[in-house]
């Protein structure tokens, strides 16, 4: 599993905000060889080619910012902590200093 974070950065350095964490698919993860990994991936590309050309596009980006501006949330919905991340063992693992890891190993 790959974790695009900040190595050492945890939850306690955000407390005030959110921390967004990105998780993406490995080969070994998915049970593919990795030329089979290449073409999954590059099967994606066409998406997110077209989803950037979306973003670029001003009345589109208006929509985005209508239906975020306008729908309804509670205080107690943004903290929420049921889709939260703190408990993963991938992202708790990626968040220690090497210095945490060190000890972990020895244990």
Do not use: C
């Amino acid at each position: 599993m790959q974790i695009g974070l900040i190595s050492g950065l945890s939850q306690q350095d955000t407390i005030d905000r959110a921390l967004y964490i990105t998780k993406a698919h490995t080969a070994e993860q998915m049970g593919l060889a990795q030329q089979e990994f290449l073409s999954w991936s590059n099967s994606l590309k066409p998406m997110f080619t077209e989803f950037d050309t979306l973003l670029k596009d001003h009345h589109a980006i208006e929509h985005f910012m209508h239906m975020f501006m306008n729908r309804s949330v509670t205080k107690a919905a943004v903290e929420n902590v049921i889709g939260s991340a703190a408990t993963d063992a991938d992202v708790i693992l990626h968040g220690l200093s090497m210095t945490r890891k060190l000890a972990k190993e020895d244990n």
